[in-house]
Every structure is written in C-alpha cells, then in structure tokens.
C-alpha cells in the first residue's frame, strides 16, 4: 500500500531495540507473573535491514513508474502460531514474549497469535539442522509496526488473579488462570 509508514515504523523499532532482543540464550528463566521456568530465546527475528527502492537505485526507469514496495528484511522464523494446539509450556513460553517485552519498556499494541511465529528447533540450530530436530519449538514476536518504547511499567497483581500492566497511563490487562 502506497504511502504506508507501517514498514517504516517497524524498521525503527528493529533498529531502537536493545541488542538482547536479538541473542540467543541457552537457558531458562522465571519470567512473572509466570512461576514455572521458561525457555530463554531471542525475542524478535534478526534484523537485517530496511530497503526502498528510489532515485539512484538499480530499478529500470520503467519500474520506477510502478509502485514497489518497500522491504523488511528479517531472519525466517517460521510460522504462525495455533494458540489452541499448543501444549501449557509453548502457551508459556509465548506468554513470556510478550512479558519480556514490555518489562524492557515496549508495548506491542498487535497482540495476536498471527505475530507469534513458531520454528521447528532452536534458534541457535543450523537451518538445515532444524529439519532434523525432535519437535521442540522455538518462538519469536513479529510486526513492530504500531509498537511503541514507553516508560518502565509496574505490574499489579489484584485479589482475583488479573495482572494489570501500567504503562505511561495506558493499562493491559491479563487474566490468568
């Protein structure tokens, strides 16, 4: 689509991250208001640029007269998830994603399973090695086009087990189970 910054906003944000965003842990944490441990991976895909063509690029003056799109390139991390299907420990682990993200101050305003991306393998396996894996998955977040950096958030646990996150007056709820 013509004219849409989402691409351009989601290339900001790779690139205003932090740097453990991207690394590869080998591990588990106790990430709250989770308490069992959870598998420690990186959070978002490799980010390896953003790219448009333009003035000066090597696109045949014909082209040029088209629309071409802009393009994101980030590291292939599999597919979407299926929230449904997915055993206690996997809907944890995906959970902590999210947690993760926003206890470094970001929020992702697109919570949705579509922007959970599961891989056969872990993520520090060989792609060709993950072909071969015993079916452990590995998840990552996606689409950090409305995603915004805000201040520290705190989280507050009510009587009825529903975890707010306060976030630079906005709230995110959660119930847990």
Known sequence: I????????????????PEHFFQNYNGYNIVPPIHDPVPVHALVPQFYGYYTPG???????????????PILLLELC???????????????????????LHEDGWLHESVAARNILAQQGGPTE???AR???????SYRL???GRSRACERQRMQIH???????????????KSCK
């Open 55 to 69: 003035p000066g690029s090597e696109v045949p003056t014909v082209m040029m007269r088209l629309y071409l799109s």
């Open 142 to 144: 996606i689409d950090f």
């Open 78 to 100: 599999g597919s979407p998830i299926e929230p449904d299907n997915l055993p206690i420990d996997d809907q944890q682990e995906c959970t902590s994603l999210f947690l993760r």
């Open 159 to 173: 009587p009825r087990g529903i975890y707010t996150y306060v976030v630079t007056g906005a709230k995110i709820s």
């Open 126 to 128: 060989l792609p060709i």
């Open 2 to 17: 013509e004219n849409d910054r989402h691409l351009a906003r989601e290339a900001q944000n790779y690139q205003k991250f």
């Open 131 to 137: 072909a071969c894996t015993r079916k452990q998955l």
